[in-house]
């Protein structure tokens, strides 16, 4: 079932266009679906407490492994995944995709998956309860190599992009029996509130692990411990 949530969610991708000053779109489900399949075979069964929505691919992360914030050590080291990823139809000089042989590190990746393995120690225990995804699988770039976020896109393309990216969150949220959905980040978090609407869904928001936020580089891991606690989520003492 959740391949299928991701089959219909690339289906009703494909026809969509995106204007300058977008020029390369990257779909790591499509290039990088090996790993992202050993990602749900390993930790996507449900049901699961909490889904952790991100907002995008980084060219760091997601691009290089298929999975979401996936910063190359902490999916090979810690998830154990390693399978051989493509290339996107076109891609950009500056953000080449060389799989799990990249040396670019993702910060927000390294600390979202460097809080879960010092809280729960391996990742069986962590995705009991948790499961992390992203919004929209679709990593936009500009001419110059710069990243442009879902939330920057003209209205038009984006309400196509959000009515598909929405309905898939709603999908694989009710798959997993989620009681909880957080998006990581103010966009995540909005929109999870709006694909969930009408359900028996709680949804919220935590703060994103980005070195781009101020807020995140004055301790992300204990802020995060503590916004989880505020919605009652707790988690387990450290891991030895």
Same mark, same amino acid.
């Given at each position: ?12 991708? *494909?026809?969509?266009? /995106? ?22 075979? &390993? ?17 760091? !992360? ?6 979401? +914030?996936?910063?190359?050590? #902490? ?6 995944? #390693? &399978?051989?990823? !493509? ?12 799989? +799990? ?6 910060? $927000? ?7 879960? *393995? ?6 069986? &225990? /962590? ?16 001419? %110059? ?5 879902? %939330? ?10 959000? &009515? ?5 969150? *709603? ?19 909005? *929109?999870?509130?709006?694909?969930? #609407? ?11 692990? $980005? ?13 995060? $411990? ?13 891991? #030895?």
């Amino acid at each position: 079932m959740h391949a299928r949530i991701i089959d219909r969610l690339l289906e009703a991708l *494909r026809p969509l266009a /995106f204007a300058a000053p977008v020029t390369h779109v990257y779909n790591p489900l499509e290039y990088a679906r090996r790993p992202y399949d050993a990602y749900l075979a &390993a930790y996507g069964r449900p049901p699961k407490a909490v889904l952790l929505v991100g907002m995008n691919p980084g060219p760091w !992360g997601m691009a290089q492994t298929g999975v979401p +914030f996936g910063e190359v050590g #902490a999916v090979r080291d810690w998830l154990g995944i #390693a &399978a051989p990823v !493509g290339r996107p139809a076109m891609a950009h000089p500056r953000r080449p995709v060389e799989g +799990f042989a990249c040396r670019r590190a993702e910060v $927000s990746g390294r600390r979202l998956w460097g809080w879960a *393995r010092k809280n729960f120690g391996t990742p069986e &225990a /962590f995705f009991r309860c948790f499961f992390v995804a992203n919004y929209c699988p679709l990593l936009f770039l500009e001419a %110059d190599g710069r990243n442009r976020t879902p %939330d920057k896109l003209p209205r038009a393309e984006r309400k196509a992009l959000e &009515a598909a990216c929405d309905q898939a969150v *709603r999908d694989l949220a009710l798959h997993l029996e989620c009681r909880t959905v957080l998006g990581i980040g103010r966009f995540a978090a909005a *929109r999870v509130a709006e694909a969930l #609407a009408g359900t028996a869904v709680t949804t919220g928001g935590i703060t994103h692990p $980005s070195p781009a936020n101020p807020r995140a580089n004055r301790g992300w891991e204990a802020l995060v $411990s503590a916004e989880l606690a505020e919605l009652g989520i707790r988690l387990p003492p450290p891991a #030895a």
